[in-house]
Nanobody
């Protein structure tokens, strides 16, 4: 059983930057693709970004490309989401997730992910 723990959320102002981290334990992290999702207050959970096992292929939802960057460190069992120029509409609980099958990673479907963290809240004030 893989355990995921997110960190790095908080309250920031519009235009600020923030880096989220997600640490995995209990499994072979390098054997999984990783993704970030977010759920704004009162709304559905949506795909944000994903990265393949080897860290070479990355996918982003429209609207975050150019502002957000996903990366991973397989030696540390961690995946990161660097967020720049944050906007109030980025306010959400951010979740990391791992997927054993990365063949459909670009579709951003949460049903493709096997393990989930509990989330970290990011609040962006205007």
């Amino acid at each position: 059983q893989v355990l995921l723990v997110e960190s790095g959320g908080g309250l920031v102002q519009a235009g600020d930057s923030l880096t989220l981290s997600c640490r995995a334990s209990g499994g072979a992290f390098a054997a999984y693709a990783a993704g970030w999702f977010r759920q704004p207050p009162g709304k559905e959970r949506d795909f944000v970004a994903a990265i393949k096992k080897n860290g070479m292929n990355k996918y982003y939802v429209h609207g975050t490309r150019g502002r957000f960057a996903i990366s991973r460190d397989n030696a540390k069992n961690e995946v990161y989401l660097q967020m720049n120029n944050l906007k109030p509409e980025d306010t959400a609980t951010y979740y990391c997730a791992l997927a054993a099958d990365e063949s459909k990673l670009g579709f951003g479907l949460d049903s493709d992910y096997d393990y989930w963290g509990k989330g970290t809240l990011v609040t962006v004030s205007s």
